[in-house]
């Protein structure tokens, strides 16, 4: 679990550790493994085409046949009536689904997630912890959230003055934020 206060470089580091593991012949100090599957997802859910349908990214992403497309789709709550509609059209909760949808999908070893729970409402993000800690891949996540951050961290490292130290539990650093706010 990556911690750390609003600007301290949080995104810019997981985005940086997106471009090695995608890039790995860039010349980084980041040598990737080839067996590496990469489940990314940033705050922002900008893996999703606004102008794409959800029923239209997933067929056209994983070979699933469109009736287990749909099933998948409606289990995460996108019903039928709103799989041919623009993504850009969905809520942000369901557009969060979505991303954790093509996520799991992507049956992904490395989960590099920025803020997964910004837009999910308890059962998404009940899921998502289930799914983390059931698979047993290795993720380096960013949130906020401290409920999640107890349930899914098992390590924690905290961005302090352009320096990254891996400290014991997060309780300090949310103690520190709590003061400050």
């Known amino acids: 679990m990556l911690l750390g206060q609003n600007g301290a470089g949080k995104t810019r580091f997981v985005e940086m550790i ?3 593991i995608a890039d790995p012949s860039g010349g980084g100090a980041i040598k990737p493994t080839p067996s590496l599957v990469l489940g990314y997802s940033d705050q922002a859910l900008s893996n999703l085409g606004q102008k794409d349908t959800p029923l239209c990214m997933i067929t056209r992403l994983f070979e699933l046949g469109e009736q287990r497309a749909r099933t998948l789709l409606v ?3 996108i019903g ?5 509609k623009e993504i850009g059209r969905l809520s942000g909760g369901q557009k ?11 049956n992904p070893n490395f989960y590099l997630l920025d803020e997964p729970t910004n837009h999910l409402d308890i059962d998404g993000q009940e899921a998502l912890e289930g799914e983390l800690t059931a698979n047993e891949a290795s993720c380096l996540l960013v949130s906020h959230d ?10 924690f490292w905290l961005i302090d003055r352009k320096r990254l130290v891996e400290v014991d539990n997060p309780e300090q650093f949310f103690e ?3 003061t400050q706010q």
């Open 18 to 20: 997106r471009k090695a």
């Open 75 to 77: 289990g995460v709550g």
């Open 80 to 84: 039928i009536d709103m799989q041919g």
């Open 96 to 106: 969060a689904r979505l991303a954790m949808l093509a996520l799991r999908l992507t």
């Open 146 to 155: 401290r409920s999640f951050v107890r349930s899914v961290g098992n390590r």
């Open 176 to 178: 520190a934020a709590r």
